[in-house]
Nanobody
Framework: QVQLVESGGGLVQPGGSLTLSCAAS????????MGWYRQAPGKQRELVAM???????NYADSVKGRFTISRDDAKNTLYLRMNSLKVEDTAVYYC??????????WGQGTQVTVSS
């Protein structure tokens, strides 16, 4: 059974940086589109960034220029580099991936808290 496990969340001051990772484990043949989503308290889950390959990425307007999504298919790992973090970036961040062409699966989430 394929699983996604996020890591790298934590507490950071406004203006700081964090890098999230999402590692896929299990029997993996192909990894299609992958993405990061986030859900703040009392709000709906929203798309942060998606990647098919290095030349095909998409970002939410709120994070453009600050966040960078990337992937290492040799390691079956997805990354999200977050710079210039703001209080409003506080949320649980989830990764999402199309694994083995069987549809999208979710990780368990990692908490990111931006606070002074």
């Amino acid at each position: 059974q394929v699983q996604l496990v996020e890591s790298g969340g934590g507490l950071v001051q406004p203006g700081g940086s964090l890098t999230l990772s999402c590692a896929a484990s299990g029997t993996i043949y192909t990894m299609g589109t992958m993405g990061w989503y986030r859900q703040a308290p009392g709000k709906q889950r929203e798309l942060v960034a998606m990647i098919f390959n290095e030349d095909n990425t998409n970002y939410a307007d709120s994070v453009k220029g600050r966040f960078t999504i990337s992937r290492d298919d040799a390691k079956n790992t997805l990354y999200l580099r977050m710079n210039s973090l703001k209080v409003e970036d506080t949320a649980v961040y989830y990764c999402n991936a199309d694994v083995n062409g069987r549809g999208f699966i979710w990780g368990q989430g990692t908490q990111v808290t931006v606070s002074s």
